[in-house]
């Protein structure tokens, strides 16, 4: 754990500041459909989890911080667990999807939480995981202010996710919008035709 709870503190401006502006890149990348079971791991607030809007769907926001876990609590259909993603408090296979939405490069242990999202993954489901690329100026002044604030920050490039995402048996393909990569990984899919 982090000496200070930088999102404690940030919870209760935190969906002010950030809102679902990639809603349709998640719904088409996840193939959101009625009924899935989806995991936001790292998610916080449930503000990306919210934006999807699936009413239908069980979801799971699984974040350490109690703080944005209470803003969760708020947001109508989200179950918010309070869990390291590097140690998942749910049974292998219990998710039709999973989604981590900016938060990969807060946790501790990213090869640990490859594994686990790996593992809380149902064969033929999707995981997403969108994250700032390291390779942007402007995202490298942003890891250079998150070290200069103590966050326990470190930003991995998309081609680094993708081999972890690989070394346990993904199919995975990379999108870049804007400054951010969303690195899919299917599980059980193999690709249509030879990259």
Avoid at 25 to 30: G, K, S, V
Avoid at 94 to 114: E, K, N, P, W, Y
Wanted: with cysteine; proline share 6%; glycine share 8%.
């Amino acid at each position: 754990m982090p000496i200070f709870d930088h999102f404690n503190l940030l919870a209760p401006y935190y969906d002010q500041v950030l809102g679902g502006d990639h809603r349709e890149d998640w719904l088409r990348l996840l193939e959101i459909q009625p009924g899935l079971r989806l995991l936001d791991a790292g998610g916080g607030t449930g503000r990306v989890s919210q934006a999807l809007g699936c009413l239908s769907c069980t979801v799971i926001v699984a974040d350490a911080s109690r703080g944005m876990l209470r803003q969760a609590c708020a947001k109508h259909g989200l179950i918010p667990v309070q869990a390291q993603t590097e140690a998942l408090p749910f049974p292998a296979a219990s998710f039709d999807r999973v989604l981590m939405v900016d938060a990969f490069h807060h946790v501790a242990d990213q090869s640990a939480t490859i594994a686990q999202l790996w593992w809380a993954l149902k064969p033929g489901g999707r995981l997403l995981i969108e994250e700032p690329d390291i390779h942007r100026f402007s995202i490298k002044m942003i890891a250079l202010v998150e070290k200069m604030l103590l966050m326990r920050s470190h930003f991995r490039s998309p081609e680094w996710i993708v081999e972890m995402l690989r070394t346990q048996g993904a199919y995975v393909t990379v999108e870049q919008t804007g400054a951010n990569a969303f690195i899919l990984a299917r599980k059980g899919e193999l690709p249509s035709s030879p990259s």
